[in-house]
C-alpha cells in the first residue's frame, strides 16, 4: 500500500504532511497513525514526542470492535498540513486534539485553497466490522529461508513473509492472531499454549523444534516435529521425529525415531505408521501411569520400558509389535493381524485374544472349500463370532444366534499339513472335527 503522509520534523514545529496525489484526495486516520508507528521506529525518531495516542478498537463482540478514536498530540507541536495545491481532503475517523480545544489542520505554506473534510463516526453507537487482517490472513507467515526480519506493517503475509520466530510472535500480538503458517526450520523461544502451527507445503520443508517449551492444547499440522514438549497437543498429518514428552491425540501421522510418552500421559495415535525402513520399528518409551492407544497402526512398533499402572492398546492394521526387554510391568492388549515379537525378561501382561498371527492366517487361508455348505461356513465365519485360541490352538466359529457352534478347527494340525505342503509333500488335509 503506497504511502498517504511523510513527517517533517526540521522545524519549526511538527509536521504530518499529506502526500500530493495531484487531486482531491481521502485518507483514513488509521492509516496516517500506522505510519506514524513505522515512522517513530527508524532511526532516533523516538527523540520526538509522540503523534498520536488511540483509544478504542476493543472487541464488543465476536465480530466486531469498538471504532478507534485518535488523539494528535499538539500540546508538544504536532499539526496536519495539507499537500501544496487546492483541493478537498476528506479524513476519515474521529479526531481530537490534546490538549482539547486545538486545530488539527494548518494552512499551506503556498496561496492554495484547500476544504479540509472530517467523516466522523458515532462514538457511541459505531462499531467497526472485523473485516480486518484476522480474517483476511488468519495467520502470521513465516519463511526461515526468504522471508525478511522486522515487524512493520505488510511482514508476516504471505507475500512477505517473516524470517524468525521473536518478530512473528510480535505480529501476531499487534494483530490479534493466534496461527503460523510456515516453511522452513522453526525453533520456539518461549512458551505457546493454545497456538495453531500449520506446515506450508510439505511435512519434508516444514520443520518446528518445540525446544521443551509448553505447547498445550496447541495444533500442529503438516509438518515435522521434534524436540522436547510439555502439555497435550493435537497432530494432524504430522511427521514425529525424536520427540521427548510427548502426549496428545495424534492423526495420521508418521513417526520416524523414537518417542518418549509423558509420563501420566494419554496418548492416543489414530491411523498412524512407521516411516522408519527395514525391519528395526521406532521404539516407544512408555513408562509408568501412562494411558496411550494405537488404533489401526500399520508398520512396525517396539515397546519400551512400559511398567506398572500403564494399559497400551495395540491395533495392528497390519503391523509387527516387538515387546522390549525394558518392559518391567503394566498390560499391553494387541488385536489384529501381526507378527509379534517378545523379548526375554519382559514382565508386562500381554493380552492377545484378538490377534492374528501370519502362521494362522496362512493356516486359514489353505482351508479348501469346495461345497456349498464349506461356502455357507465361509459366510457364517465372515459375518458371524469367530474365535481364536491360542492355548488350545483351535479355530471356532459360531452360527447366527452366536452360541451355537458350527466348526471347531484344530490349527496345529493345519499349519502342520500347510508346512509340509509347502515342502512338496502330498498330503490330505484334514476335515473339519
Avoid at 274 to 281: A, D, H, M
Avoid at 374 to 393: C, G, H, P, W, Y
Wanted: net charge negative; hydrophobic share 40%; with cysteine.
Amino acid at each position: 500500500m503506497p504511502a498517504v503522509v511523510t513527517f517533517n520534523v526540521a522545524g519549526p514545529g511538527l509536521f504530518i504532511e499529506e502526500i500530493d496525489t495531484g487531486g482531491d484526495n481521502e485518507t483514513d486516520l488509521i492509516e496516517m497513525y500506522s505510519e506514524w508507528k513505522v515512522w517513530a521506529a527508524i532511526g532516533d525518531n523516538l527523540k520526538y514526542p509522540p503523534a498520536f495516542r488511540v483509544v478504542g478498537g476493543d472487541p464488543i463482540s465476536d465480530i466486531q470492535d469498538l471504532g478507534s478514536t485518535f488523539f494528535i498530540n499538539t500540546g508538544d507541536g504536532w499539526r496536519i498540513r495539507p499537500s501544496e495545491r487546492s483541493h478537498l481532503w476528506q479524513i476519515n475517523g474521529n479526531l481530537f486534539t490534546d490538549p482539547p480545544g486545538a486545530n488539527p489542520i494548518v494552512p499551506t505554506l503556498g496561496a492554495y485553497t484547500v476544504l479540509v473534510r472530517m467523516f466522523v463516526s458515532n462514538l457511541v453507537d459505531a462499531s467497526v466490522a472485523r473485516l480486518d487482517l484476522a480474517q483476511l490472513n488468519p495467520s502470521v507467515s513465516i519463511d526461515t529461508t526468504f522471508g525478511v526480519a522486522g515487524t512493520d506493517i505488510g511482514i508476516g503475509v504471505p507475500t512477505n513473509p517473516s524470517n524468525n520466530i521473536a518478530d512473528s510472535f510480535a505480529i501476531a500480538a499487534r494483530d490479534k492472531l493466534r496461527a503460523f503458517s510456515f516453511r522452513g526450520y522453526l525453533t520456539l523461544d518461549r512458551d505457546a499454549p493454545d497456538w495453531v502451527f500449520h506446515g506450508v507445503g510439505s511435512e519434508q520443508t516444514s520443520v518446528i523444534d518445540i525446544a521443551g517449551f509448553d505447547v498445550d492444547g496447541s495444533h500442529f499440522e503438516r509438518a515435522t516435529i521434534l524436540g522436547g514438549m510439555q502439555g497435550r497437543i493435537e497432530c494432524s498429518q504430522v511427521r514425529i521425529d525424536v520427540v521427548a514428552g510427548l502426549d496428545g491425540v495424534f492423526r495420521d501421522c508418521g513417526i520416524t525415531s523414537s518417542l518418549t510418552v509423558a509420563d501420566n500421559a494419554s496418548l492416543v495415535m489414530q491411523r498412524c505408521f512407521s516411516e522408519v525402513e527395514g525391519t528395526s520399528p521406532p521404539v516407544i518409551t512408555i513408562g509408568a501411569n501412562v494411558g496411550a492407544s494405537f488404533r489401526n497402526y500399520s508398520g512396525g512398533i517396539e515397546l519400551a520400558g512400559v511398567a506398572v499402572g500403564s494399559t497400551i492398546s495395540v491395533d495392528l492394521d497390519p503391523g509387527h509389535l516387538v515387546m522390549g526387554v525394558t518392559n518391567t510391568g503394566g498390560v499391553v492388549v494387541v488385536r489384529g493381524i501381526s507378527e509379534r515379537t517378545i523379548a526375554a525378561g519382559v514382565g508386562t501382561t500381554i493380552v492377545a485374544d484378538g490377534l492374528i498371527e501370519n502362521a494362522t492366517l496362512l493356516s486359514l487361508q489353505a482351508l479348501a472349500i469346495t461345497t456349498a455348505a464349506d461356502a455357507k461356513l465361509s459366510r457364517q465365519a465372515a459375518v458371524n463370532r469367530m474365535e481364536i485360541n491360542f492355548v488350545t490352538q483351535e479355530l471356532v466359529i459360531y452360527g447366527d444366534d452366536g452360541v451355537t457352534e458350527l466348526l471347531r478347527q484344530d490349527l496345529s494340525t493345519e499349519v502342520g499339513e500347510l508346512v509340509a505342503a509347502f515342502a512338496g509333500i502330498q498330503t490330505k488335509r484334514g476335515k473339519p472335527k
